[in-house]
T-cell receptor
């Protein structure tokens, strides 16, 4: 089974609108971390936001927020007030703490912001 | 400046010719890792290291070797590269496992002919 599933290969959003990128995960570990990374066309991987499995509040970093629904095993990224510079690939990732500390990445969502 | 560096950034080689991709970080991070990125597959972890002299296999370790003799360096070795190892490779590091946030190097594009 896939550890991280991103079901949206591509998304479009109008500039200044909000967009939600979906991510579901699969783990039996009680302690894990969830991450989102951005990869612009230049290729570098940029860390956006982190949510720990024991964190009760959703993580926020500027225009990014992580909608963490533990029972549903989802960790959706919400980008508010989209900007042209948000056009990029977005990857959801998970790290299982008690079962080896391995990282798992999803296949990514390509976001295009339309002027 | 805190950073993860990789060398070379681009490499074209031939099947069977041993190569090493270096990775170095200046943040005193314990955790270091190698990934490969292929279209439609996302990033897949090759090997990771929790500390000096401690390495573990990720999802796709076949055909790769690593070593962690010093905290700052984590080289990736392809003893006998094959065309299916053509990929974009990333090295990454993080401070403690609890923190979890990884910092990535700029990537190495490898073409094996």
């Amino acid at each position: 089974a896939q550890k991280i599933t991103q079901t949206q290969p591509g998304m479009f959003v109008q500039e200044k609108e909000a967009v939600t990128l979906d991510c579901t995960y699969d783990t039996s570990d009680q302690s894990y971390g969830l991450f989102w990374y951005k990869q612009p066309s230049s290729g570098e991987m940029i860390f956006l936001i982190y949510q720990g499995s024991y964190d009760e509040q959703n993580a926020t970093e500027g225009r990014y927020s992580l909608n963490f629904q533990k029972a549903r095993k989802s960790a959706n990224l919400v980008i508010s007030a989209s900007q042209l510079g948000d056009s990029a690939m977005y990857f959801c990732a998970m790290r299982e703490v008690n079962t080896g500390n391995q990282f798992y990445f999803g296949t990514g969502t390509s976001l295009t912001v339309i002027p | 400046e805190a950073q993860v560096t990789q060398n070379p950034r681009y490499l074209i080689t031939v099947t069977g010719k041993k190569l090493t991709v270096t990775c170095s970080q200046n943040m005193n991070h314990e955790y270091m890792s190698w990934y490969r990125q292929d279209p439609g597959l996302g990033l897949r972890q090759i090997y990771y290291s929790m500390n000096v002299e401690v390495t573990d296999k990720g999802d796709v370790p076949e055909g790769y070797k690593v070593s962690r003799k010093e905290k700052r360096n984590f080289p990736l070795i392809l003893e006998s590269p094959s065309p299916n190892q053509t990929s974009l490779y990333f090295c990454a590091s993080s401070l403690f496992w609890q923190e979890g946030t990884q910092y990535f190097g700029p990537g190495t594009r490898l073409l094996v002919l």
